[in-house]
């Protein structure tokens, strides 16, 4: 009886769940495809009709493909920072923090930034741009490449520690130098953890508001999406149709990146977890 109980309850935690991430998204959609007038008549009914007009009107009546570059280039060239210098710095400490405390320092020096809320950070940030003149695309990446090292390293590290070394050590003797061991040898046998971190940081650099909203807001034609998404919010606010037809359009290629990538994070998950 009580195993029951317990496995009524977690279906019945898995259903809210699924009902509280699936609601949104179902609202947003068919919301996206109705008139003005079904809209009014039922927020949560079917629309009558297939309809693409309002994606349409969007992308007709706003600069979308530009802010859609623009989240593109800094998203995908700041994932590729990421992986090339976060493993990197990792595979360092991973392999000589037990023999070097200076590696040790510098693993949990960087693991302090998780702990720094970003509203301690803001203002000495946006000086330091200023100052230096990045308050462009590039100074935004420079600052999801630091941002994301706090939470990678700390990951990687973990995940190369249970690698055995024995593979590195017979590479190098077989005549591999360091960069090859690591790129041939250790890399290879990270991708679980990679695509976690791909799928972790490039989630966070797509949607993320108050990083753009700091250091773009000056300069309109270098928004990302989600600015996109709040100042067409604002300017077409009495016209919800419209209105989610651009949350669609700004959810879309995340959700399509999901969609590809789910097997290698659940698998990169699963993988951690067994290790």
Not at 1 to 24: A, D, E, F, N
Not at 99 to 109: D, H, P, R
Request: with cysteine; aromatic share 14%.
């Amino acid at each position: 009886m009580i195993y029951r109980l317990t496995q009524m309850g977690k279906y019945l935690y898995l259903l809210i769940g699924s009902i509280l991430i699936i609601g949104p998204l179902y609202l947003s959609i068919i919301n996206a495809m109705k008139t003005t007038q079904e809209l009014s008549k039922s927020f949560f009914a079917l629309p009558e009709n297939l309809n693409f007009t309002n994606f349409i009107k969007v992308i007709n009546t706003s600069n979308y493909f530009q802010y859609l570059t623009n989240s593109l280039f800094i998203t995908i060239i700041g994932v590729i920072l990421i992986l090339i210098v976060a493993p990197l710095i990792s595979f360092s400490i991973a392999r000589n923090m037990d023999k070097n405390k200076y590696y040790k320092f510098l693993f949990y020096f960087i693991l302090l930034g998780i702990f720094v809320p970003f509203q301690v950070k803001m203002v000495p940030i946006v000086k330091l741009l200023s100052d230096l003149g990045l308050m462009n695309h590039t100074g935004l990446i420079l600052l999801y490449v630091a941002g994301a090292l706090t939470q990678d390293v700390f990951l990687l590290v973990g995940y190369i520690k249970t690698l055995p070394i024995e593979i590195e050590e017979a590479a190098e003797i077989d005549g591999c130098s360091r960069i090859q061991t690591i790129t041939k040898i250790t890399y290879p046998l990270m991708k679980p953890i990679l695509a976690t971190i791909i799928i972790k940081d490039a989630l966070w650099i797509w949607n993320d508001f108050q990083m753009p909203l700091i250091v773009l807001s000056a300069a309109p034609d270098k928004w990302t999406l989600p600015m996109f998404v709040y100042n067409f919010q604002s300017t077409y606010s009495v016209d919800f149709t419209m209105a989610f037809a651009a949350f669609v359009l700004a959810l879309l290629p995340v959700l399509i990146l999901y969609m590809i990538m789910r097997k290698r994070i659940m698998g990169g998950l699963t993988t951690g977890a067994v290790k």
